[in-house]
């Protein structure tokens, strides 16, 4: 039989990968309307078990939040145990389990990774984009012509792929050219290896034991994040969806080796063997599954981060591909979804022809930054976790307040609310005291405001949805008082010169690229909306106001919460939630200067 | 061509019309697991217009609530128009649209009403039952046999059905036999004449005109409910769902009627007819369709309640089919799907086996009581409404204050939080003053409590489904207070007796018939819930603490807000939610009493 020909084909975006990195990724571009295409080698999604802990600063972003808080389990408290004087544990203490004041959702949530994984699935499929599988890369090249890799509508990748389980009369192999392609292949990824982008950071392997059960037990904080430090071996229980728990634990090389070839022994550990362990640990408590485990793994993982996470701002590299760490503090899925997050909307606006490629530079500058501090925060938690409690015999040991101190200041990166983007193009520090509360290079904090038109309270963050575009927010002060109404008109008339960013950039229409949302103070029985300069609402549900809404009980005081003054704000949210820059109502042309940097004008 | 043979079958409840009211019916029953069929002579489901207001009482309830929030309207504040010095009109002010300081969700949403029908459709089918469409009912005969009709497990209706659309080679014709059924037919119920049920009422009609549309309008109140008192006819503004907005005017039978037939005339009054009724209305703002009018309607309403409501509990009538009135203050939807909710679980209990066939008697007294009631507050509040205002030369006309005073104290009927059912065999009023604030024959107030084992924050009213069960609600007072915990035990051992309800009625599982809560006071860094007795705990979601959540921000002194003392109390709930009686912890028998009269004991 003749070789069948090779079809060849063109596409926006190719990823590699479709774990939680690839799904957020693909996702995203999809909704976004973009041309993206994801292959796995796997021939199905992941069924149980694996990373399932989902920190608030994800369930405030993306919009799966909704479908997070009705499927999974929340965990809203941890307790700590510590070794009894009778060989035993007891409980030292209990805890919020989230440290983060300014969450949306002061909890973390907890589902096995093929849940998280459906959301994502079921929302690419609404949209047509399925995962290909199973299906893997066999070679990639990526053109070293100059021309070619600048210029952004140029396909300069060429992958070959090949499909595991072809269809009938379907050829095996296909080449694919590709504008970007996105490495999303896990901590063993093929994509860095291609490119030879190292690992840094020690070389160290440890060693984690993990089952996932209905328990039968007599724990009395089963239903809470446990934190056990046990002189019979420490763990950690978290509580998942239904009735389900999930134990881990740190296990030695001796356990789990065989020291004759150096390799993963499963008949040395095994979930029975895990069982004992986790029973030890737990000792005088009872555990034992209901029915049977679950789900177990042995999950071998070292603490490192790449060293580059682009290779020419056209192939990256996301989530275990570039950064791998313990899965104590549950950053796995968390870092991997927001490393995708980072980079899609600068993808898109690069596609869509909006920015110019230079924008992409700033997803190595903003997450490897992160994913270094991940790192250094897993080195030194995981020191105290794995180290041993003070006891009589061991008085240098670790002590309950120390633990709880770095439990509770470690809160702002575990949740992933502390995250902070350093100056860059995107990120202008210059006028941060207009808005002193909304730091510039971290997320908008969550704030309810009403509507102008109908008294409707609103969450601030529901209005900067992760859809690609700017938000400008307006915070006009009083517009009733005579003075700042100059002002605020003043600044309505700047907008709509055409050397202004609304103009240079949309001419077509001002609700395309940027959306404009308008906050004034003042009282809902008072507010007309329609008073306020067409600029500033383009539609009528856009002008909000700084007021509880009708019963008393909700928003209210956001001015202050914000650190804006009675003066005004201009305030760029970039596409991902995060502040952009602040500038004083009488300084459009600094947002000008901003924008200029990374969009292109429209011809 | 020989007539087909005539098909013959049985059903548990047949439902005869497929709007709100039987549609609630419809999808109640059948996530009841009943035996059930639906039928409407319209070949569709409506597709735009008819009512559209819901209240705050029918988001809380029923599990609908999650989907309305996201497609309908929220209706928050509501303005009020009077004339003006120049002959038009202007703001008086501005309220709450919604006055019940209770209500969870303090507003009122809109949404139009295929866009209701449409939760039912969807949820029903997904229990693979759907509206059997075009069909009329011929004819139905009730056995006069009295044995036959005290039995519950009779089928002693014969209904007559006509297929007006039928498959090929299927029936036109088919015969069903049903234990119950349902007249949901609206306000000419076919069903109601057959039984020559009488309205009672005057028989003066209303006639009213609605209009739907997108508007171009300089009117400040177009997001708000406006109630428009004008000199040049009143009318009533309510926002909807996307941009859209209703008109409602009342109109009078010379702009109706064609006054040789006495009959509506649509060339006297179309389309365009209204919208100039509206314009002079709200003279001097503007107001016009963006594009076309979306649904315009004459509605022809007399204020009228059916003088019974169901025939030997075997056939009942519900929603429009027994009481009509003005659409004016938003009851129609609301009130039809109240008496279906009232019904189902009544009809859910006696199909089961669970209660006698006397608990249907509930039904007529509970909601011709409400009907009677409606009427009467629909009379009070049209006069006002349709009443001149004061004014320079009407000095007699309503003022302002006199009706913004009658907007608020009918809150708590038009927001359904204030509806009452009087004492009869499910509502016992006994012990009231054990939890003062939990008043019985009203429905619970929302409360957030945290779960003890996770302190996972809970709105009691999520953990009071309606899922046709009695939920018993055990407030414990401080169980580590040791006399408290004496009192606890005693209770648990009462209720483990086998002459207690919880084992009269159900000897295989306490989970099945009822539902067991625990609502302990304490603190959630200390309470165990491994420490309540076993029947206090059948699941450890079950037990509740008066506490905050982690943050402080959420729950606590929920104790206080029912009523309930140290001294704790217990109170049973309806499967609909409104509370059926209180007791001491010590009256065990009281509640032993109250289901003996109407449950029957399993064998
Ligand atoms: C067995 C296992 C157990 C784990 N247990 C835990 C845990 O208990 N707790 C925890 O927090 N984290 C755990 N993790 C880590 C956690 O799953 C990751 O941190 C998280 O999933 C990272 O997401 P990702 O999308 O970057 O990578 P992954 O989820 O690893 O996804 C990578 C995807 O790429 C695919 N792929 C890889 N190579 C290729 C290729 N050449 N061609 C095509 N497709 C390819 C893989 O099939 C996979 O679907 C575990 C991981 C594994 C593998
Ligand atoms: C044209 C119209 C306009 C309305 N406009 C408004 C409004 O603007 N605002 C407002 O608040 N309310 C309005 N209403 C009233 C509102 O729709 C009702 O109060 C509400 O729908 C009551 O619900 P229901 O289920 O009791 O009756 P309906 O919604 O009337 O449902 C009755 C169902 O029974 C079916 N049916 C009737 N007879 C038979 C039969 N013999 N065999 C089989 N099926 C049958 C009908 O097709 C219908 O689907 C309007 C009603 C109508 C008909």
Redesign the pocket.
Known sequence: MPAPVIRESEVDVLI????????MAANALARAGTNVRI????PAM?AA?????ISPRTIESYGIGERLLREACQVHMAAFYNPNMTGGIERTGRAPDVTAPTARYPFEVALH?GGIEAIFLDSMHLLGTDVERP???TSIELSTDEAELTDSAAHPIRVTLRHLDPLDGKAETEIVCAKFVLG????????RKMFDITMDGEQTEFI?G?LDMIPETNFPDIRNKSLVHSNNGSCLVVPREKDKI?I?MQLSDKDVLDPSTGRVDKDRMGPEQLLQVAQKSLHPYKLAPVDEIDWW?L?I?GQRVASRFSVKERVFI????CH?HS?KA????N??MNDAHNLVWKLTQVLRGWADMSLLKTYESERRKYAQDLIAFDKDFSTLFSGKPQTHENEDGVTHEEFLRAFQTYGGFTSGIGVHYSNSAIVNNAHQSYASNLIIGERVPPRVFVRAADAWPYELQDLLPSDSRFKVIVFTGNYNDTAQRGNVDALAKELEKPERFLKVYVPGGKESMFDIITISQGKKEEVDYLEFPDVLRPHWSKVLIDDTDVTGNIGGQGYSYYGVGPEGALVVVRPDGYVGMVAPLQKVNDIDTYFASFLRPSL
Not at 39 to 42: L, N, P
Not at 184 to 191: K, L, P, R, T
């Open positions: 590699i990968g479709a774990g939680p990195a690839g799904l292959i796995d080698k796997r992941v078990g694996q990373a399932d802990g990774q299906v893997i890369p999303a292949d896990g901590a063993h990824s093929w994509v984690w993990v999930r881990y793994t999950y993982i996301a989530g275990d591909a791998t899965p549950g950053q796995g899925m870092a991997s």
